[in-house]
């Protein structure tokens, strides 16, 4: 009777049928006469049907129950698919995530879809549809004479009951007036019903009955074993009730060569199947519902987390062993420390897969999203995705998400051309645009390329001098890399025109922002006429990180790994001085160095050695030295936050905790070379 634990399973399954449909009417635009791929989309339409007027959300069960039909009959031939059709399949899917959307905001999936509705229906009887036999479920409908309507899936349910000699009845039980608790003799009542067999529906639904919302009565389908007076008596138990009546339904029962025969549904794991042939042996049954039966498992991220949460602490405490038995040198404890070292090691990188969830969570959202841009902007596209089946770190899935729909915007808007403009370029007059996704190390790299307009070296660096950014001096020493990272800036356009659309450069400042707030970085490279690519490089996780543990004084900083080409000894005579900055050459380039003693005024003598000690990190183009007193070495650590009440400490992105006890601090290396 408590749906509650079950709407989260509700949930995910709606998201994945909402998805199937988007992914297989995309595929049916291309291959109209493809009965297979309607067959395809008629399953997770009726699939999900089913589900949502289980849960009694029943617009969601109507407006599918429309789009149905209409599938049904293009699937039949009654109805021949046209654009103007798919176009408003597509809206009434719009309108089913939307609907989900609102239960996922704690709604009920209510929407206004009357319009829909009428087109869908218009869209049925656009052939002559009057002289078809009736459906499944009219014949069904009629044999049962129930008093309130079900959908195919309850129908089919009942069918299959009574096939396997289980009995269907129409329970209705009225309450006596007097009955000042009506949602706990209803409970009562479910609870004795659900021990006889099980509740197909209730009318009012169950949300209603919870809530009161009915007068004194209220109405059941029960499929069970037990007799009429049984199920009778056994209601009769509970008090305040004033009388039950019990009336079977009779459903009649299907013959081999009947054409309505409605699609066999497994109740075990509710999955849409068509019925087995006759001649099909229980053996190759059993190996079909094997094959259907699911090897996963749905996990709360909260659990994760707490489970990550839990292996951080044993991080911790695994580092402080192993400086334990360094200190002891006792070879009994050195053997166990090294191999409960090796064990947690195999235990992270398993925490670590289970957190990490395929990009295509991602991508799949862009295909529908990019047929409609192209139609509002008269431009064909051809969209190209590899790579979806990379994996990353759920919380950096979480937050891409935007970042990626406003650099696609840009390139579909600003980016690729229109048609007439391809082909007076001597170009296809089809613009492609490719996201690409793969791992390199400890990153994964995220390209979206267009082979559109390119950037306009010369526009951007006009603008960026009619803004102040920069002087034309400045300028003329710009590398193009340098000059695409401008568009980055905040507030920063070449667009001639406002779009509601994109604007090259509004809200890219946004979606830079967002990408380092992850720990990544986005470049540039274009070429002007031939087209754009912006790649994105993320991390694989964010709470565990290698790390350059360094010393400064007394205190101890932790430099990510990812940001550090290479770590030097430097003589203090070679250190040179640039623009009131003191610089070294490294490697034939001119990099600024940073003192972080002076950054994090640490207290300490000064420093009377002929050597400093330095981290060369860099961030895209750019390159710093941080100046440290010691390296201490490599290492995993933990990332903590450093509270609500330290938000916005310069140039440290959290802390961790050492073997030692001792806390360091990470030092934020994007920071320091802004």
């Not at 499929?223 to 039950?244: G, H, L, M, R």
């Not at 750019?622 to 903590?640: C, N, P, T």
């Amino acid at each position: 009777m408590e749906m509650n634990e079950y709407l989260d399973v509700f949930i995910e399954e709606s998201k994945e049928h909402i998805q199937a449909l988007n992914d297989h009417l995309l595929t049916l635009e291309k291959n109209p006469e493809d009965v297979s791929i309607v067959n395809e989309i008629f399953r997770s339409a009726h699939t999900l049907k089913g589900m949502s007027a289980t849960m009694g959300y029943q617009d969601l069960a109507d407006l599918t129950h429309k789009m149905e039909n209409v599938l049904d009959a293009i699937r039949n031939n009654k109805v021949k698919l046209t654009e103007k059709m798919l176009d408003i399949i597509f809206q009434a899917v719009d309108a089913l995530e939307a609907m989900v959307l609102d239960i996922i905001d704690g709604g009920q999936g209510k929407k206004d879809v009357k319009q829909l509705v009428n087109q869908l229906e218009a869209m049925e009887n656009g052939e002559s549809v009057e002289t078809t036999p009736p459906s499944t479920s009219d014949s069904l409908e009629k044999n049962l004479e129930i008093d309130f309507m079900l959908d195919d899936f309850e129908l089919t349910v009942l069918q299959q009951s009574k096939e396997r000699g289980y009995k269907n009845y129409q329970v209705t039980v009225t309450l006596q007036e007097t009955c000042l608790l009506k949602a706990a003799r209803v409970y009562m009542v479910f609870e004795i019903l659900e021990k006889m067999g099980e509740v197909i529906k209730s009318s009012p639904t169950v949300p209603e009955l919870e809530e009161e919302k009915f007068d004194y009565s209220f109405t059941v389908v029960l499929v069970t074993k037990d007799s009429k007076e049984d199920v009778q008596a056994k209601i009769n138990k509970v008090s305040e009730i004033d009388t039950v009546e019990v009336k079977e339904l009779a459903v009649r029962a299907y013959d081999q060569d009947d054409q309505n025969v409605p699609e066999s549904i497994e109740s075990e794991d509710a999955s849409v199947t068509e019925i087995e042939p006759s001649e099909s042996s229980d053996q190759e049954k059993a190996k079909k519902k094997a094959q259907l039966s699911s090897k996963t498992i749905r996990v709360n991220i909260d659990r994760l987390d707490a489970l990550m949460n839990l292996f951080e602490e044993l991080v911790i405490d695994r580092g402080r062993l192993e400086q334990i038995s360094t200190t002891l040198k006792n070879n009994e404890l050195q053997e166990t420390v090294e191999h409960m070292s090796r064990i947690s090691g195999d235990l992270q990188n398993i925490i670590l897969k289970m957190r990490m969830v395929p990009v295509d969570q991602v991508f799949n959202r862009f295909p529908r999203m990019v047929r409609q841009l192209a139609k509002d902007l008269n431009k064909d596209i051809d969209l190209q995705i590899f790579g979806a089946e990379t994996e990353l770190d759920r919380t950096v899935i979480d937050e891409i998400g935007d970042p990626l729909v406003h650099l696609i915007r840009n390139a579909l808007d600003h980016g690729i051309e229109t048609p007439s403009l391809r082909e007076s370029k001597g170009k296809s007059p089809q613009g492609t645009l490719k996201l690409n996704a793969y791992h390199s190390g400890n990153h994964v790299f995220i390209e979206i390329s267009d082979d559109g307009a390119g950037i306009d070296r010369e526009k951007v660096l006009k603008k960026a001098i009619g803004n102040g950014v920069l002087t034309l001096e400045e300028s003329k020493h710009y590398s193009d890399q340098q000059v695409f990272q401008l568009i980055m800036a905040s507030g920063f356009s070449t667009a001639d025109e406002i779009s509601d659309i994109s604007g090259r450069g509004v809200g890219l400042d946004v979606v830079k922002n967002t990408i380092e707030s992850l720990g990544g970085s986005m470049t540039i490279d274009s070429k002007y006429n031939e087209g754009s690519t912006f790649v994105i490089q993320l991390p694989l996780t964010l709470s565990i990180i290698s790390v350059m543990l360094t010393e400064v004084k007394n205190e101890k900083y932790a430099i990510p790994l990812s940001s550090i080409i290479e770590t030097a000894i430097v003589n203090k005579k070679d250190i040179l001085s640039a623009h009131h900055q003191p610089v070294i050459d490294f490697r034939g380039r001119v990099v600024p160095l940073v003192s972080l003693t002076d950054v994090f005024d640490v207290p300490g003598d000064a420093d009377e050695d002929d050597f400093h000690s330095v981290v060369i990190i860099r961030q895209g183009e750019k390159m710093a030295g941080l100046i440290v007193d010691s390296f201490i070495g490599q290492q995993e650590v933990v990332l903590k936050s450093l509270g609500n009440y330290l938000t916005d400490v310069f140039a440290i992105s959290g802390a961790t905790i050492l073997g030692d006890g001792q806390v360091a601090l990470i030092v934020d290396t994007d920071a320091l070379i802004k």
